[in-house]
């Protein structure tokens, strides 16, 4: 039997099984360019807020909203492992935030649609279940595999955050 590398660039895949793990995911570029375009959207509706009497400080948090999905855009097309604990807490946050938005019949303006709302909910989900894939996962730049509590802390992040911003949203 012949030992194989999946960095011989000399075997196909019919003689080399091993080099599927080097190709990186064509998902991971459509979730990375969501992100980036997420991030425009954030900016873009900032900017278009400067100037008016939005309040300074809705404007600075869209700035921020803005930068940081851009950063894990690019991050995670990088394939770097803080881009997807960053996302997996992110949209742990949002899962738990609009889920809680849904069951309340509240959220703001346009997500006040229900239909906005459970179509928000399965592209959150589905971007959740995506990133935990054990195929997107295997190509972060980890530097060893992934604990199970390295796997699912960003999860408990994320929902420890929410929970919090859900009850402070709670009126009595």
């Known amino acids: 039997m012949?030992?194989?590398?999946?960095?011989?660039?000399?075997?196909?895949?019919?003689e080399n099984p091993l080099a599927q793990y080097l190709t990186v995911p064509n998902g991971i570029g459509v979730v990375a360019a969501v992100q980036v375009l997420i991030g425009i959207l954030f900016a873009y509706t900032a900017f278009g807020q400067y100037g008016t009497r939005?309040?300074?400080i809705h404007v600075a948090s869209l700035c921020a909203l803005g930068a940081m999905f851009l950063a894990i855009g690019i991050g995670f097309w990088q394939c770097r492992a803080w881009a997807w604990w960053t996302m997996a807490a992110?949209?742990?946050?949002?899962?738990v935030t609009t889920g809680a938005d849904l069951v309340r019949g509240t959220g703001p303006d346009v997500a006040q649609q229900p239909v906005f709302l459970v179509v928000a909910l399965a592209a959150e989900s589905a971007v959740l279940v995506y990133i935990y894939r054990d195929f997107v996962?295997?190509?972060?730049?980890?530097?060893?595999?992934?604990s199970v509590v390295m796997r699912y802390s960003p999860i408990v992040a994320g929902v420890a955050v929410a929970v919090v911003a859900v009850f402070r949203r709670v009126k009595p």
């Open 137 to 146: 996962v295997r190509f972060m730049s980890f530097r060893r595999p992934p």
């Open 54 to 56: 939005a309040a300074a």
């Open 2 to 14: 012949m030992d194989l590398d999946p960095r011989d660039s000399r075997a196909d895949a019919h």
């Open 90 to 95: 992110v949209y742990a946050f949002l899962l």
